[in-house]
């Protein structure tokens, strides 16, 4: 897929040239940084939900749509996005450790277990009902994403 490059297209108006903070390379329009392969850990993840537009996560989780026209049914959920990771699942860093580096394509499905299935439909009607936060009920649900993709 062709990726529309503006390195070497004039400046003109453009805003000062963004560098990773990390080796000090310069920076594509969307934050990739050529030395790391991967997008610096000092910005969130840059990607919106192709079927939603909500914000994705750098797991390339939605928690607007779950990737998914029936997020009701937890099965169904997807990682719409591309899955992001600083570290390998040893826990021994991807390069540097401080690029977000894609791993994973997206339209994952997540296997998730029958325990995990009810473990997320509570979540989200804790959220529903406030007594959790909607942050609180991402990252929780992040977390089970995760535990169940790494299986
Ligand atoms: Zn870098
Ligand atoms: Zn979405």
């Given at each position: 897929m062709a990726r529309q490059k503006s390195a070497t297209a004039p400046t003109g108006h453009r805003g000062p040239v963004s560098r990773c903070v990390y080796d000090g390379t310069q920076l594509d329009?969307?934050?990739?940084?050529l030395s790391g392969n991967g997008y610096p850990d000092?910005?969130?993840?840059?990607f919106a939900c192709p079927l939603c537009r909500g914000d994705l996560t750098w797991s390339g989780a939605?928690?607007?749509?779950?990737?998914?026209?029936?997020?009701?049914?937890?099965?169904?959920?997807?990682?719409?996005g591309a899955r992001f990771e600083r570290d390998h699942d040893d826990g021994t860093p991807i390069g540097d450790g401080h690029h977000w580096v894609k791993i994973a394509e997206p339209n994952r499905r997540v296997p998730l277990s029958g325990a995990q299935t009810s473990a997320c439909a509570a979540i989200v009607g804790r959220a529903v009902r406030g007594e959790m936060t909607t942050v609180e009920a991402h990252r929780a649900i992040d977390g089970i994403f995760e535990e169940a993709f790494q299986r």
């Open positions: 329009a969307s934050g990739f940084c000092t910005r969130p993840c840059p939605c928690f607007r749509c779950h990737g998914t026209e029936t997020p009701q049914v937890v099965t169904s959920w997807t990682f719409p």
